[in-house]
């Protein structure tokens, strides 16, 4: 079974910073890999998705994420955070379950704050 | 087009009560999901099921049961709440297996 791992279960930025949220999976089989951002009493959106093909993958909202192999990691970035960014993220990858069957494995989460 | 829609919103319970959550889809999902979701635990799959008619269980399924009696819908039912399930529940519906999920705005449950 995969395992994701997301460093920093809280991250603070200033408005207009870089923001870097990062996520670590544990398989060696390049799996599906998806960023879902969770704002306030709602549920999940998805930002972005690897599938295949280019690993810099772009998404809503100017983010964007890298799939490094070697690394097994898809962290994600924006250039220059805005007060709308503050919410929570999720790493999710794709886990088989049973024959063709997939499920989601989320990390535990970071929650991002934008300070003025 | 309302995507995802978990009724109730927000419900409270005593401890051996019962009661069951309703998750509708309009997108013609074959793949629906439910997950809890617990502070610093992330989303944790309770149920799933590929196709009307079919259920399977996930990591956490123990004191939940499920239905797929139609496509677009999908049951989640506790049969004798415990304050252990106090939790946010989401619902989750997917095209094919692997591929995007889509997400209700989830049920607060609180088990007094």
């Known amino acids: 079974a995969q395992s994701v791992t997301q460093l920093g279960s809280h991250v603070s930025v200033s408005e207009g910073a870089l923001v870097l949220l990062r996520c670590n999976y544990s398989?060696?089989?390049?799996?599906?890999l998806f960023w879902y951002v969770q704002y306030p009493n709602q549920g999940l959106q998805l930002l972005l998705k690897?599938?295949?093909?280019?690993?810099l993958v772009k998404g809503i909202n100017g983010f964007e994420a890298e799939f490094k192999k070697s690394e097994t990691s898809f962290h994600l970035t924006k250039p220059s955070a805005h007060m709308s960014d503050a919410a929570e993220y999720f790493c999710?990858?794709?886990?088989?379950?049973?024959?063709?069957?997939?499920?989601?494995?989320f990390g535990k989460g970071t929650l991002l704050t934008v300070n003025p | 087009n309302a995507g995802v829609t978990q009724t109730p919103k927000f419900r409270v319970l005593k401890t051996g009560q019962s009661m069951t959550l309703l998750c509708a889809q309009d997108?013609?999902?074959?793949?629906m999901y439910w997950y809890r979701q617990d502070p610093g635990m992330g989303l944790r799959l309770i149920h799933y099921?590929?196709?009307?008619?079919?259920?399977a269980k996930g990591e956490v399924p123990d004191g939940y049961n499920v239905s797929r009696l139609k496509k677009q819908n999908f049951l989640l039912g506790l049969e004798s709440a415990a304050p252990s399930q106090t939790s946010v529940y989401f619902c989750?519906?997917?095209?094919?297996?692997?591929?995007?999920?889509?997400f209700g705005d989830g049920t607060r449950l609180s088990i007094l």
């Open positions: 398989s060696s089989v390049p799996p599906y």
């Open positions: 099921s590929v196709g009307e008619g079919t259920t």
């Open positions: 997108m013609n999902h074959e793949y």
């Open positions: 690897y599938t295949t093909g280019a690993t």
């Open positions: 989750a519906s997917s095209y094919s297996s692997g591929q995007p999920q889509h």
């Open positions: 999710a990858v794709s886990d088989q379950i049973k024959g063709s069957n997939y499920k989601l494995t």
